[in-house]
């Protein structure tokens, strides 16, 4: 956008309004975070302390020196890794191929199947969880990291083909003619014009995906029940006891399970900030 | 065509690396460690133990002791049996079994927390265990429980409690001259205790947690006015004279500003922290709590006492519940299930319980010069003692749908002004009607 036709830019007061409100929603929206890093560095004594303190006066690792030697928060952390890669992995590229399919293709009841790819996404996974429970039961797959994949990937393909359908449906036609006139067969236009000019548009909504098996419970913990396979959403759990809430140590290993969703958005935001504006922005 | 030539081989690298790891992460299940192991003890069993507790946690003290327990039944049981702990959080470990029973399947040794014993034997995720457990009570000697009360009402016995919990009054001895020792006193002394930044006392009226913030008040209380909660046949008679009494005198507490309105808001856990924060002067909290409330900087101050009842002469009858060990409805075989129960229930390994803040089920263990050096013996023994003046009781499946529903009609007395026996004749019928 040309700074000088920005709305922003002719109007000094505003920018400066907008720089605090920003800084407003950004204290508000970062404050839980700052407060579970606080609790995480107090001690056990000082968590339930009143008036609470801030900044705690007196700062322990113990609580992340616990969660990594007196736990087996690595394993839950290893398989929420593998479980999520590859579930968002295969999941992305079965839904990029079927969007393109369903946009570029002439195929009959295109609309019907698309909507019905929708549909399924708009079962109620609890609605699923005694059947598919049955199901990987007798088909041995239970307590197994393969059938949280297979889950996984099942869920997020549908949603997912539909958002990259909506991206897809923004990308000029021509661009796939061109490409056909100049020698193109139709599956090397996807791989050579379609997925470089679309990366903004899959990786967001991979993204998006991958924050969804992350932090998902209801299935991690109902198909799993062996703790070296038990995800980190299931895994955290473990601080909510009967004979209390360990806050210090919950806090801690909260502080630690989110650092890889962190590092996935700062590596990824360039693309997920255009893939974000362009379901934005219509013309 | 070079290019065209690496880019299939890393293509194909790339879906056997894929394969590869899928094949390993269902694999995994079922490793060779497994079948080394099974081929080694080739006469006996490999059994599943469900129980909320993580064996692999070395920062809970219980979770050592289950570890250690497990670990010493698999080096010595004469049978070659071994025993692999599969563990729940506390609050899916309900569905979880359910869920897994209605599937056929389950483990062999199951824990299940006994005011949800009889959900877990309508689902059918339990298996009877009289023809054991009987013979096993009376040769323990020592067992708190009779087999007569473990009994329920199809004349089986389907668990074994292996620790006990106990509800009593928790306050800050700073702030209290003594003990309150009736309904009267809790309500003087805690009123007056009362600040600006803190409160006299407080019950968790909220519904989460099922609402056991109240209920493990409120059914000391109904029997300390001389009233039941449900009947034998399992009717709800608590909107009796004494269900009423309970409720007006939890109002009062509110009207007397030894609680407030910020009560309806907090469950069990958010009084016990407000109590280990020092914005509580008293909660009634199961003895279970002790090691999480004595990590707080106040706890120099904290003392625990039986339950006010109405008069000063007779505490309100303790609420015990705990822990009980059933054998799984799909057990390979109830008899070598139930010998890991006996194992556990060993005076030896309840003497370990009480090393990890558990207060025992097998009074022998009170004799035990370890036990006596627990520095919470003292308190253990007075719960004990408090523990004998109520009876573990095991509710009906439906129990946490009526304490949800009890505690909304609570919430309509105490802070909207509504007619309390009319509230608790409305929720008994609702019951009763089921």
């Keep these: 956008m040309n700074k000088k036709n920005s709305s922003l830019g002719k109007t000094p007061g505003l920018d400066f309004l907008t720089v605090i409100i920003l800084i407003g929603a950004s204290v508000i929206s970062l404050f839980p975070v700052l407060w579970g890093l606080s609790t995480a560095l107090k001690t056990d004594d000082a968590v339930t302390m009143f008036p609470p303190e801030i900044i705690p006066s007196n700062i322990t690792l113990d609580n992340f020196v616990s969660v990594f030697t007196k736990s087996d928060f690595m394993i839950y952390m290893r398989n929420s890794i593998l479980v999520t890669l590859i579930g968002v992995v295969v999941a992305t590229v079965v839904a990029a191929h079927a969007a393109y399919a369903l946009t570029f293709f002439k195929i009959r009841f295109r609309k019907g199947i698309s909507f019905f790819i929708l549909m399924t996404s708009m079962v109620p996974p609890v609605a699923l969880l005694v059947p598919l429970y049955m199901l990987s039961v007798k088909l041995n797959l239970y307590n197994t990291r393969i059938l949280l994949i297979l889950v996984y990937t099942a869920w997020r393909t549908p949603v997912l083909t539909w958002i990259m359908q909506g991206f897809f449906e923004k990308l000029p036609m021509e661009i796939v003619e061109a490409g056909i006139i100049d020698g193109c067969s139709k599956t090397k236009a996807f791989y050579k014009l379609i997925l470089p000019i679309s990366q903004p548009g899959i990786v967001s909504a991979a993204l998006l995906s991958a924050v969804y098996v992350w932090n998902d419970y209801l299935v991690s913990s109902s198909f799993i029940t062996t703790n070296e396979k038990k995800m980190i959403s299931v895994g955290l759990y473990q601080y909510i006891t009967q004979y209390g809430i360990k806050w210090g140590l919950l806090m801690a290993a909260v502080m630690v399970s989110i650092i890889p969703i962190i590092i996935l958005f700062v590596c990824l935001q360039r693309k997920f900030v255009d893939g974000m504006a362009a379901g934005a922005v219509k013309g | ?434």
């Design chain 2, 1 to 434: 065509m070079k290019l065209k030539h690496l880019k299939k081989t890393v293509s194909v690298l790339l879906s056997a690396a894929l394969i590869a790891t899928l094949v390993g992460c269902s694999s995994s299940s079922n490793d060779g460690s497994d079948t080394a192991q099974s081929e080694e003890n080739a006469e006996g069993i490999d059994m599943t133990f469900w129980i909320f507790l993580d064996p692999n946690s070395t920062e809970d003290p219980r979770s050592v002791v289950l570890s250690e327990i497990v670990e010493e039944y698999n080096e010595t049981n004469e049978y070659g049996n071994t025993v692999t702990v599969e563990s729940f959080n506390y609050s899916e470990f309900e569905a979880q079994a359910i869920q897994a029973a209605a599937a056929g399947t389950g483990p062999d040794i199951i824990n299940c927390f006994s005011d949800q014993l009889m959900q877990h034997i309508e689902a059918g995720t339990v298996q009877p265990m009289t023809e054991y457990a009987a013979d096993f009570i009376d040769e323990m000697g020592d067992y708190i429980h009779t087999a007569d009360k473990l009994t329920q009402a199809d004349g089986e016995i389907y668990s074994l409690p292996w620790e006990s919990r106990v509800t009593t009054l928790w306050y800050r001895s700073d702030i209290y001259d003594t003990a309150p020792a009736s309904w009267d006193d809790l309500l003087t002394m805690s009123s007056e205790a009362s600040t600006d930044l803190a409160l006299g006392f407080g019950i968790g009226l909220s519904e989460d947690g099922n609402g056991a913030g109240l209920i493990e008040t409120f059914i000391p209380w109904i029997h300390s006015a001389g009233g039941e909660f449900l009947d034998e046949d399992g009717n709800a008679v608590f909107n009796s004279d004494a269900g009423v009494q309970v409720v007006e005198y939890i109002k009062e507490l509110v009207d007397n500003g030894s609680m407030d309105q910020t009560m309806m808001n907090m469950s069990y856990d958010d009084v016990v922290d407000a109590f280990k924060s020092g914005t509580l002067y008293g909660v009634n909290a199961g003895t279970q709590r002790a090691a999480t409330i004595l990590e707080s900087s106040y706890a120099d101050s904290f003392e625990t006492c039986p339950m006010p009842g109405v008069t000063a002469d007779d505490p309100a009858p303790a609420y015990n519940a705990g822990q009980t060990l059933a054998i799984g409805a799909f057990a390979q075989n109830p008899e070598m299930s139930m010998d890991f129960i006996k194992f556990f229930l060993s005076e030896e390994n309840q003497v370990k319980w009480v090393g990890a803040n558990c207060l025992p089920v097998r009074t022998g263990v009170f004799d035990y010069d370890e036990v006596k050096e627990n520095p919470m013996y003292d308190d253990m023994m007075e719960w004990s003692e408090y523990a004998q003046t109520g009876e573990i009781t095991f509710y009906p499946a439906d129990y946490t749908e009526l304490c949800t529903e009890l505690v909304g009609a609570v919430q309509k007395v105490v802070y909207q002004g509504a007619d309390a026996k009319e509230e608790l004749d409305s929720v008994a019928e609702w019951y009763n009607s089921k």
